[in-house]
């Protein structure tokens, strides 16, 4: 893997990485231009249409050509593989809803907002992945003793941190192997889009979205810790600059709530009609399933009624009746899942700004 330091351009007031209370910056605007998120009104679907499904690119889209394109399974196996897209295709297909989410979700709500990709609280969706299992094409390939970890690298690279590298994240051959892994290349019955990873994807359920590296083309067994920036710096849970820190693994649990009414178009503060209001919305864990939704009005919490999630790794619906009484109200959403893990009211900060969970508040007026 080429890896050299880059020299940063000049410095300025604010540089990537660190908080601020300041206002938006240009970088993070033209972060969010490029990486959208999904509108909340998406929650109305059980998977979210792909143009509406939220995107994470670090670095520039690769165009990749697929009858060129290939899989390579190399370093510590028993023989090493190439695969085209059509050899993967021929393996045994699986499809699964999966609801993925970033785990930067929800950072530029932090005060102070770590600089990075400003997402407020969209930076999730859930689509029907189209992949095989990964497990099985491991056991081909024979993984050798001294094999620690899978490192599986993108097509795309760029510089982060001052390092140049391609995107790349390491599985240990425990979580490489859980049987739920897959090497995707459909959604929602679809070729991959170009944007979300064509022609292949690793799909980690269950994970945040940094797990789940696009336009894949290498699959290295390697025999100690990779240490690449995505894995080694980057989504850690961090009180400061320095580690050390948790690495981010999977997500925690949250919900949303499709605000109700119409919005103001600059603010996008809520109008609504006195009277009963069907609140709703999804909520979705990677520590196990959603057992428990609790809306709050005003700061008052009451149980929201569950449906059926739509699978192991998707977002279940829930919603609740409210009756609307005129004046200014704040609408809340909090989860609980069977690991016990609650979302948080007041935040929960941490430097890189990963997992906030901190519960959704919508301001609404009603007349
Ligand atoms: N190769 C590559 N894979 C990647 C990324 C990337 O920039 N390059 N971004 C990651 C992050 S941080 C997230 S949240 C998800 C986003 O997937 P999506 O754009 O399909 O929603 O892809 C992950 N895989
Ligand atoms: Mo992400």
């Not at 056991?139 to 941190?161: H, K, M, N, P, R």
């Not at 979705?284 to 399933?289: T, V």
Request: overall charge negative; charged content about 20%; proline content about 9%.
């Amino acid at each position: 893997m080429t890896k050299h330091h880059v020299k940063q351009s000049p410095a300025r007031a604010v540089t990537a990485g660190q908080p601020t209370q300041g206002p938006l910056t240009p970088e993070e605007l033209q972060l969010s231009g490029r990486n959208h998120s999904m509108p909340f009104e998406a929650l109305h679907d059980d998977i979210t249409p792909v143009g509406l499904h939220y995107l994470l690119i670090h670095f520039d889209i690769p165009h990749l050509a697929a009858d060129s394109w290939r899989l390579r399974l190399s370093g510590s196996f028993e023989r090493s593989l190439e695969l085209s897209l059509e050899d993967i295709k021929a393996r045994p297909p699986v499809t699964m809803p999966v609801t993925m989410e970033c785990a930067g979700n929800g950072r530029s709500l932090l005060k102070p907002r770590p600089l990075s990709q400003p997402w407020g609280l969209g930076a999730v969706g859930t689509a029907e992945w189209t992949g095989t299992p990964l497990a099985p094409l491991l056991d081909e390939a024979g993984l050798a003793d001294d094999a620690v970890e899978l490192v599986f690298t993108g097509a795309d690279s760029g510089i982060q941190g001052g390092v140049e590298e391609p995107y790349a994240r390491s599985l240990t051959i425990d979580e490489a192997m859980h049987p739920d892994v897959m090497l995707v290349y459909a959604m929602n019955g679809e070729p991959l889009p170009l944007q979300h990873g064509y022609p292949l994807r690793l799909l980690v359920p269950g994970w945040y979205g940094m797990a789940s590296v696009k336009w894949l083309t290498s699959v290295e067994a390697v025999t100690t810790r990779f240490l690449g920036y995505q894995q080694a710096v980057a989504y850690h849970y961090l009180q400061g600059p320095d580690g050390p820190g948790l690495p981010v693994t999977h997500i925690r649990v949250r919900s949303l709530m499709v605000p109700p009414g119409i919005p103001d178009f600059y603010t996008r503060r809520r109008v609504v009609d006195a009277g009963p209001v069907m609140l709703h919305g999804r909520t979705w864990s990677g520590h196990g399933e959603v057992e428990r939704l609790e809306v709050g009005i005003d700061g008052e919490w009451m149980p929201a009624h569950l449906e059926l999630p739509l699978g192991d790794y998707a977002w279940r619906r829930w919603s609740m009746v409210w009756v609307a009484s005129p004046g200014e109200h704040v609408l809340q959403c909090r989860a609980m899942d069977t690991s016990g893990a609650r979302q948080p009211v007041e935040q929960v900060w941490n430097y890189q700004g990963m997992g906030n969970n901190m519960a959704q508040r919508v301001e609404v007026t009603v007349r």
